[in-house]
């Protein structure tokens, strides 16, 4: 998605968050009602994803910096399912990483390498 200057918020404070972003290419400026611009987001950075976790209205403007910043957006829907692949695997490692460390521990309570 390319974004340029001719309407410079990507979206409202207080609008329904419908997309993830992560930014490409350009700079974006985070814009809070009563603060101004409390942050400003470069290449490889993203936004917009409290308003899908928390299923919440935008807590901030996104104001374009420059013109042809260039964008991937993820709609809610493969966010969410993005979120699921990643809980899911995070609870697999962590499950998994916490009976490595439970056998390397009576192993060398026993005197054995784990290895």
């Known amino acids: ?14 609008d329904e968050g419908r997309s993830w972003y992560i930014l490409l290419k350009g700079s ?35 104001v374009l910096k420059e013109n042809n910043c260039l964008l991937l957006r993820v709609d809610k829907e493969h966010f969410n399912r993005i979120l699921r692949d990643v809980e899911a695997n995070t609870l697999r490692l962590q499950e998994h990483g916490k009976d490595v460390l439970i056998l390397e521990r009576v192993a060398k309570q026993r005197g054995y390498s784990a290895f």
Do not use: C, W, Y
């Not at 998605?1 to 207080?14: C, K, R, T, V």
């Not at 814009?31 to 928390?54: C, Q, R, S």
């Open 1 to 14: 998605m390319e974004a340029n200057l001719i309407d410079p918020s990507m979206f409202n404070q207080g």
């Open 28 to 62: 974006v400026d985070v814009v809070i009602h009563g603060k101004g611009t409390v942050a400003t987001l470069k290449e490889g950075d993203d936004f917009g994803k409290l308003a899908l976790i928390n299923d919440a209205p935008r807590a901030a403007t996104i």
